[in-house]
């Protein structure tokens, strides 16, 4: 299996014999086609966390924004799909806390979810749609919405952890200025 794997490799690095601008046309080809497969992969691809990725292939800001521990911590874990977590009744009576419902949930002030940039489909979730839409650059001004996306992040972690100890945090988005 490895001899299998090492051949195909072999089969597709670039030829050490190679000019410079030849490498740098076969890598720019290798990476758009790398790209054209994930645009496609992600757009037919019916699960959420899948279709809520950023379109391009690249490290994901959520990493190396400025935010505290425990911000990058919420982005991280809403990213990957482990904020809300598991559904169970959401406070506000209605429904359970699942992506869709804390999007409208009535216990988060919806003048949070008014200011982050709106999405272009009402079939995008607000909240990936914002997450995407971050700079990929902490060089970059922090987006008006910064502090509002935080904040929402920070009430669905109290609603759906609510055992935890939320008092030590004030104020939201203070490493990005």
Not at 59 to 81: C, H, K, N, Q, S
Not at 88 to 117: M, N, V, W, Y
Not at 139 to 155: E, G, R, V
Request: hydrophobic content about 40%.
């Amino acid at each position: 299996m490895k001899t299998k794997i090492a051949k195909l490799w072999r089969s597709w690095a670039i030829p050490p014999d190679l000019n410079c601008s030849s490498r740098i046309k076969l890598s720019k080809h290798f990476e758009s086609f790398r790209q054209e497969k994930f645009a496609h992969f992600r757009l037919t691809n019916t699960k959420i966390l899948i279709q809520a990725c950023r379109p391009l292939l690249e490290v994901d800001p959520v990493l190396f924004l400025p935010a505290t521990r425990i911000e990058r911590g919420r982005l991280v874990r809403w990213r990957m799909g482990w904020l809300p977590g598991k559904p169970k009744e959401c406070a506000c009576g209605f429904d359970h806390t699942s992506r869709r419902h804390l999007q409208f949930c009535i216990t988060i002030p919806s003048q949070l979810f008014s200011q982050l940039p709106a999405s272009p489909t009402d079939e995008d979730n607000i909240i990936d749609f914002a997450i995407s839409a971050l700079p990929i650059s902490f060089t970059h001004p922090s987006p008006l919405y910064w502090k509002a996306l935080l904040t929402i992040l920070w009430h669905i972690d109290m609603l759906c952890n609510p055992n935890g100890n939320y008092t030590h945090e004030t104020d939201h988005s203070s490493l990005w200025h």
